[in-house]
T-cell receptor, first 115, second 110 residues
Framework: GAVVSQHPSRVICKSGTSVKIECRSL??????MFWYRQFPKQSLMLMAT?????????EQGVEKDKFLINHASLTLSTLTVTSAHPEDSSFYIC???????????FGPGTRLTVL | RKEVEQDPGPFNVPEGATVAFNCTYS??????FFWYRQDCRKEPKLLMS???SGNEDGRFTAQLNRASQYISLLIRDSKLSDSATYLC???????????FGAGTTVTVRA
C-alpha cells in the first residue's frame, strides 16, 4: 500500500487564491521531505527540501515567499502556493525519505489548475 | 547542459521484444543512480537502483558506465504493462536530493 499520501489529489482554484497541499508519511517518520513540480512532458524539478523542525531549503529560482513550506511533524509537510497564478498550474509531488531504509517514497501527486 | 539527459523516445515495440535505452549525466561525482517508472499522470515509482557492477531484476537489466557517465536500462520480453515513461534519476551529493531526467517513453503493442 501507499506509504506517502498527498491531499488533495486535484485542485482547481481562481487566480490570486492560496492553495495548501499536504504530504504525509504513513508508515515511517520522515525527517526530510522533498517537494517537486512537473510540467507536462518535462522532468520533475526539485523545488525545496523540507526539514522537520527547521526552515526549508529552496532550490535556485524558487521563491520561498510564494511557496511556503512547513514541516511541523515527522510525518507531515505542507506546501502552500500563495497568490496562485495560471503559470503555477502544474503537478506537485512530494517525497519522503525513510531514514531506516534510506529510500525515498513519492506521494501520488497533486494536480493544481489555476484559472 | 542538463544534469541528466535522456532520449525521449518514444520507443514503440511489439510484445516480447527487447528494448534498451540510455541516460547520460553531467556530474562525474554522482553517487547513486536509479531507474523510476512513471505512468501517465501518476507519481514516479522506483523500478530499480543501478549498481556499479550492473544488476538485474527479472526482465530488467541496468548497467552503469562511470567512465562515459551513462546508465542504461534493458527490458527483455516486453509486456503490454511495461508501457510507461522511464525516468533516469541521479543523486549528485550525499544529501538525498534527486535529479530527474525528462524520461523515455516506451509503448509496447500487442
Amino acid at each position: 500500500g501507499a506509504v506517502v499520501s498527498q491531499h488533495p489529489s486535484r485542485v482547481i482554484c481562481k487566480s490570486g487564491t492560496s492553495v495548501k497541499i499536504e504530504c504525509r508519511s504513513l508508515d515511517f517518520q520522515a525527517t526530510t521531505m522533498f517537494w517537486y513540480r512537473q510540467f507536462p512532458k518535462q522532468s520533475l524539478m526539485l523545488m525545496a527540501t523540507s526539514n522537520e523542525g527547521s526552515k526549508a531549503t529552496y532550490e535556485q529560482g524558487v521563491e520561498k515567499d510564494k511557496f511556503l513550506i512547513n514541516h511541523a511533524s515527522l510525518t507531515l509537510s505542507t506546501l502552500t502556493v500563495t497568490s496562485a497564478h495560471p503559470e503555477d498550474s502544474s503537478f506537485y509531488i512530494c517525497s519522503a525519505r525513510d531514514p531506516q531504509l534510506d529510500t525515498q517514497y513519492f506521494g501520488p501527486g497533486t494536480r493544481l489548475t489555476v484559472l | 547542459r542538463k544534469e541528466v539527459e535522456q532520449d525521449p523516445g518514444p520507443f514503440n515495440v511489439p510484445e516480447g521484444a527487447t528494448v534498451a535505452f540510455n541516460c547520460t549525466y553531467s556530474n562525474s561525482a554522482s553517487q547513486s543512480f536509479f531507474w523510476y517508472r512513471q505512468d501517465c499522470r501518476k507519481e514516479p515509482k522506483l523500478l530499480m537502483s543501478v549498481y556499479s557492477s550492473g544488476n538485474e531484476d527479472g526482465r530488467f537489466t541496468a548497467q552503469l558506465n562511470r567512465a562515459s557517465q551513462y546508465i542504461s536500462l534493458l527490458i527483455r520480453d516486453s509486456k503490454l504493462s511495461d508501457s510507461a515513461t522511464y525516468l533516469c534519476v541521479v543523486n549528485f551529493r550525499n544529501d538525498y536530493k534527486l535529479s530527474f531526467g525528462a524520461g523515455t517513453t516506451v509503448t509496447v503493442r500487442a
